[in-house]
């Protein structure tokens, strides 16, 4: 990702204006006569039509993140579902404090839907959703057999009704858990 350039140009009068508000702040004599040369040098490439200076940014790695983020008072358990081609699993508990945000996913979102799973510190659903999938009581990582139904109970978990997530192919992604509206 490239963040761009930056072009700062200054013209004679910009930089002897420069030059004499510095002359009042100078401490010591050396650094007044280097910044004095500096300055001039720069000014004689300004005058000489060289002088644009670009600061180019550098070229980023894209970031690539699924963030979510507590926008109340209360205290969540976080629960996700994802995957890739031919693999699919749930992974919990991540705690989600008051107004704070955690980043699950800190790689490449390799599938257009999240699904998130969120609960109060009472086992009370926070945020949830018609994708019925695995979750258990403590930190998991629950993989869907291939090609398979989720049956939950039949393998010693509990089912939980997941949000679907559409993140339209994006990279970088942030759901915001809020209060209910009255």
């Known amino acids: 990702m490239t963040l761009g350039h930056w072009e700062i140009k200054l013209n004679s009068f910009e930089l002897t204006r420069m030059v004499d508000r510095f002359s009042h702040d100078c401490r010591s004599d050396r650094a007044y006569i280097s910044t ?5 040098r720069a000014r004689r490439l300004i005058s000489s039509g060289l ?18 983020c507590n926008q109340t008072l209360n205290l969540y358990n976080l629960a996700l579902g994802f995957g890739g081609t ?22 490449r979102l390799k599938s257009r839907y999240i699904y998130v799973y969120a609960t ?20 998991f990582v629950i993989a869907r057999p291939p090609g398979d139904a989720w049956n939950c109970w039949v393998r010693g978990y509990q089912q939980a009704g997941f949000k679907e997530i559409d993140t339209g192919n994006s990279q970088n992604w942030t759901v915001f858990i809020r209060e209910p509206r009255n």
């Open 120 to 139: 109060d510190i009472y086992g009370n659903e926070a945020l949830s959703g018609e994708w019925n999938m695995c979750v258990s009581g403590k930190k």
């Open 36 to 40: 004095i040369a500096a300055m001039f």
């Open 51 to 68: 002088a644009t200076v670009i600061l180019a940014a550098a070229s980023l790695p894209a970031l690539a993140e699924f963030k979510v």
């Open 86 to 107: 031919g693999e699919f699993h749930t992974e919990g508990w991540w705690t989600l404090p008051a107004n704070a945000c955690v980043t699950p996913i800190k790689d």
